[in-house]
């Protein structure tokens, strides 16, 4: 048997690699597995928890939810009640550069509706708001990977250090594989997995056509649910279907 656990944090609007990997964890198991959003790690300014990149006609753009900002951990973060960006309310003017630019792409009416739907009700708390999201996202990729909050695990040994913890949350959920992202053998302590496998997650962006020229990878996966209609495989260059 092997069941395979990842974790990542619940970020806003994510790209590609974060799909890739909740793919993953079904993919290359042979029992069903489970991804953790660690939605206990500490909110960071400037990271992907309040924001993420969107096509223009030149370059990208940051789309950020406004919240209020402190130390402490994401599950606790509020959105803001009035945010306002541009004398615009946030999520209008978020759904606005959305439509703006992308309601030309292929597969802009069969997926945007559903998540506008999402924006008119964004509630208060922002893992509420991005897990919306993420699992909107996951259902029109076809990802039917069981999602666990972290929150929601029954009481788990703290580890000596970050790793180790990891280790233990595997064990909480009955996995004997850790699916790691490729940069975080940076920090991981490979002396923890001794009773769970590592394996890093082996992701290369794809290249599929954006409706503007010259191709920008890691954008939201928004970009290329609207321009492709499907989550591409790591590596694969989309041929143009136009």
Known sequence: ????????????????????????????????????????????KKEFHDRNKIRLNEGWKWLRVPVEKKMAPLNTIE??????????PWADYHLRLI?????????????YSGLKKIYLNPGDK???????????????????????????IPKIVKGRNATE??????????????????GSKVYLDISCFNEI???????EHPVYEQR??????FMSAIDALFNIGY????????????
Do not use: W
């Open 1 to 44: 048997m092997t069941r395979i656990m990842a974790a990542h944090q619940p970020n806003y609007l994510p790209y590609l690699g974060f799909f890739d990997k909740l793919r993953c964890v079904d993919e290359l198991g042979t029992e069903p597995g489970v991804f953790i959003i660690r939605d206990d790690a500490q909110y960071v």
């Open 79 to 88: 959105i803001k009640e009035d945010g306002m960006i541009s004398n615009i």
């Open 99 to 111: 439509e703006t630019n992308y309601k030309k792409t292929p597969f802009f009416d069969k997926f």
């Open 126 to 152: 922002l893992v509420d708001f991005n897990m919306r999201i993420i699992k909107y996202l996951a259902e029109c990729f076809g990802i039917k990977t069981k999602i666990v909050l972290f929150s929601d």
């Open 165 to 182: 913890s990891l280790v233990n949350i595997s064990k909480a959920v009955k996995a004997d594989v850790y699916l790691a992202g490729a």
């Open 197 to 203: 496998k590592l394996k890093l997650q082996d992701y």
């Open 212 to 217: 503007f020229p010259e191709f920008e990878p």
């Open 231 to 242: 989550l591409p495989n790591s590596g694969e260059i989309v041929e143009s279907s136009r």
